[in-house]
């Protein structure tokens, strides 16, 4: 049966050393939510600051232009003709040319309105004052004419008004005009860039109150407002007359029969010219016809910019609030709101949604920035910058858990099964309720948890990684990735430099196999040293000075010293002896280990030349790792080494181990190449890492190497006798010399003679030494060796 998540959380909350968590510090103990609240002010501020741009926005009519830019683009989309109960009767070019006069005279005119009451006109309205004297006699007719059909002309005017530091002085028709005719305003105020138009259905003069023109020919006789025209009624559909025509009687009675008529101006010269968004240039006079056709449908009522503000209020606030990063309630207003314009035209509600759509535009800037931050990009979860606060956190422990083989996952996975997985984990994690936030960096989690006693914190830990791998391997069927945690316990530092300390700390024990890594001060202190030991190894190899010293490799049989094992024995700048296992795994994990090797292999010839001319059998031993042999070019560099030196190739061996295993397919030709040019070949440390069986069949050696912790062990464990004894009889029934290390008795190498081992080496023997000592000892021919 495969547990599930919740169950292997469950055996969490019994990992040994939970419960001696040290108590958190009173200052500290809000530290574990940082993260989340972190991302709260955040959000809050900008939520704030988007709020509040969008009211003064509104305040100062910031974005007036756009707005009626998208009003215009609304009326385009609802155009429609405009009904014909009104028409225009204009002044054009024609009329001037025909009439050949500037304007036609106050006598034209009076004859105009005598056609039009003929012809059965309901009202005429007058897009002109009147307000200066002509002749006597065309203003003595136009006044008779006013006499005679009074109540049915209206004359324009124009109250004083203010606009910024400039007044504008009323308009108003000649006095014994105003006794026969009615008035109606002509002020209209035009948006700036005159993308939009603003009239008042009235206006005020010395406490008597006036129609606008746009109410006079709608009959309008409701409360005083202002209003916007709807652009939606196409002003080219507006029935049009030449005023020549009209006064002419070339238009027939029924097309102006029961109508109300206003007279304008649309000469090519004329001042009153206004442009009409994606219409173009329009005379003034057509502009209170469609002002008035807007009265007639409906009074249209301005809601302003507050329910939008609100809308917009609300999503802002929903996500503010919310626990996910999801955008969905910012794009349902930026959608939203647009789109509900369309039909609130339609019954006559306006609403202003630029102040709302800036301060949307403003918090989801911030928010974008906010998630780009603090968010992480693969999945749902906070990046450790949202914990990252710059302060020291002495009550918590902070850990990173990296997951081997996550980016070979990812390619095969989708993003959301990706997603799945590290929420998964996230999940696992913050199950027992003691964790707090979670973070997601690249291929590590981050957190934060109560502090612990060291012992019970590698208790903690340890148990940790095996649940973590127990739930990868069977929820998500990958036994191949493998959590590595890093813990950091520098509880001085600010968290931001602990948590990049926890995740070298995961790196480098998913790097060296290990389920975790606590960064104390020993790991720290480790650290440093093997830091140190990279600077030394690099100054050594850019010197190309490597000490070596030689181990003798006596002949059990005869006592006589038959080779001996190059080691690395160095004092650099003259200090203490460097660790020569430090050492070489210090050059494994910057990969240069082959460059290692050739400094030492050279040192090693030069010094074997003289072992060689006391002894032509002499065999010269150097390390080498069995990886290397797949790589040509070191091979190659080897023996142009050998050729360049004058070292006979058949006095070389290559003592060989590794701990990873070996693909055959890469190590057979570098083999075959070594054998045909004598190189000897020898298994090191048999029966350790992965020099086992399996390494006598893949390398064709002449020799193997019992390792030195078996033959130790000889004298006191029948395992280890029983081991050395079978290797031996293996390994000469294959026809291989067999060799033991770490001889240090005389007890040991009487063992080993009676099992019939053919050489031995160790501290019984001689330690390592210089090739000057080894010479004097080859003079003697024979180890003699003290019981």
């Known amino acids: 049966m495969t547990p599930s998540l919740a169950s292997l959380a469950g055996l969490l909350r019994r990992i040994p050393g939970r419960a001696e968590k040290l108590a958190p510090e009173p200052p500290e103990e809000n530290v574990l939510q940082s993260g989340e609240a972190l991302l709260r002010r955040k959000r809050n501020k900008v939520a704030i600051f988007a709020i509040l741009f969008g009211l003064v926005s509104a305040a100062i009519d910031l974005p007036l232009p756009a707005e009626d830019a998208y009003r215009a683009v609304r009326a385009q989309l609802r155009s429609r003709p405009a009904p014909p109960d009104i028409v225009m009767v204009t002044v054009d070019d024609a009329t001037l040319n025909e009439l050949g006069k500037e ?199 301005d809601l302003y910019w507050f329910p939008a503000m609100l809308i917009v209020v609300m999503a802002i606030g929903s996500y503010t609030l919310g626990r996910s990063r999801s955008a969905r309630p910012l794009w349902f207003a930026a959608v939203g709101l647009p789109l509900l314009a369309f039909p609130l035209d339609e019954v006559r509600f306006n609403i202003d949604i630029m102040p709302a759509m800036l301060a949307l535009g403003f918090a989801g800037i911030g928010f974008h920035r906010i ?21 020291g956190s002495a009550a918590l422990d902070v850990y990173a858990l990296r997951i081997a083989n996550l980016a070979e996952m990812s390619e095969e996975w989708s993003p959301r099964e990706l997603g799945e997985f590290v929420n998964s984990l996230i999940t696992y994690i913050k199950g027992p309720g003691e964790a707090g936030d979670v973070a997601f960096e690249r291929d590590s989690l981050v957190w934060l948890a109560p502090r612990m006693d060291k012992v019970s914190l590698e208790r903690h830990a340890d148990g940790l990684a095996l649940m973590l791998k127990t739930a990868i391997s069977y929820d998500w069927q990958s036994a191949s990735s493998t959590p590595a945690i890093g813990i950091d316990t520098n509880y001085s530092l600010p968290l931001g430099q602990r948590i990049k300390k926890a995740m070298q700390a995961a790196d480098e024990a998913a790097n060296r196999g290990v389920r975790f890594i606590i960064n104390d001060a020993a790991y720290v202190e480790a650290r440093n040293y093997r830091l140190e030991i990279m600077r030394v190894l690099e100054k050594g190899l850019r010197e190309r000075k490597i000490g070596v010293a030689y181990q003798p490799k006596i002949d059990l049989a005869t006592g006589r010293i038959v080779g001996a094992e190059t080691l690395i024995r160095w004092k650099p700048d003259g200090q203490d002896f460097v660790n020569p296992q430090e050492l070489v795994l210090a050059a494994e994990a910057s990969d240069r280990i082959n460059e290692l090797t050739m400094i030492v292999m050279e040192a090693a010839l030069v010094d074997g030349r003289e072992a060689i001319a006391l002894d032509p059998g002499f065999k010269l031993a150097i390390n080498m790792s069995a990886k290397s042999l797949s790589d040509t070019h070191l091979l190659f560099d080897m023996m142009t080494m050998l050729g360049r030196i004058g070292f006979p190739a058949e006095n070389l061996t290559l003592e060989l181990t590794e701990t990873a295993k070996l693909e055959d397919k890469l190590i057979a030709p570098q083999i075959s190449a070594l054998n045909a040019r004598g190189i000897g070949l020898s298994i090191d440390d048999f029966g350790t890492g992965q020099s086992n069986l399996e390494y006598l069949e893949k390398l064709p050696s002449s020799e193997l190497k019992i390792d030195k912790k078996f033959v130790q062990h000889m004298a006191t464990s029948e395992e280890s006798h029983a081991v050395v004894r079978a290797t031996i009889e293996i390994a000469h029934s294959l026809g291989k010399v067999v060799v033991a290390e770490g001889v240090e008795t005389e007890a040991v190498a009487d063992q080993l003679r009676a099992m019939g081992c053919d050489q031995a080496q160790g501290f019984l023997f001689s330690q390592a030494i210089a090739m000057p000592e080894l010479l004097i000892m080859m003079g003697g021919k024979r180890i003699v060796v003290n019981a």
């Open 103 to 301: 304007l036609p005279s106050r006598s034209d005119d009076s004859a105009l309105v005598d056609r039009l009451v003929a012809a059965g006109v309901d009202k005429i309205v007058f897009d002109r004052a009147h307000a200066d004297p002509e002749t006597p006699a065309s203003d003595a007719t136009f006044e008779r004419m006013l006499e005679r059909h009074k109540g049915k002309v209206w004359l324009g005017m124009t109250p004083s008004y203010q606009i910024k530091f400039q007044k504008i002085d009323r308009i108003l028709p000649l006095e014994r005009f105003r006794q026969h005719a009615a008035m109606a305003s002509m002020t209209g105020f035009a948006s700036p860039f005159s993308l939009s138009v603003v009239f008042p259905t009235s206006v005020d003069i010395d406490g008597t109150t006036y129609p606008s023109i746009s109410a006079a020919l709608a009959g309008y006789d409701g409360s005083s407002l202002r209003y916007r025209p709807d652009f939606a009624f196409n002003p080219w559909t507006i029935p049009t007359y030449s005023y020549v025509d009209v006064l002419k009687g070339r238009v027939p009675a029924s097309k102006l029969r029961g109508r109300s008529v206003i007279i304008g101006r649309s000469f090519f010269e004329s001042s009153d010219f206004l442009v009409m968004p994606l219409k173009g240039r329009v005379p003034g006079s057509y502009f209170h016809v469609i002002g008035a056709q807007t009265l007639k449908s409906g009074v249209p009522t």
């Open 371 to 391: 998630a780009k931050k603090y968010y992480s990009s693969d999945v749902d979860a906070m990046t450790t910058s949202a914990l990252s606060l710059d302060k």
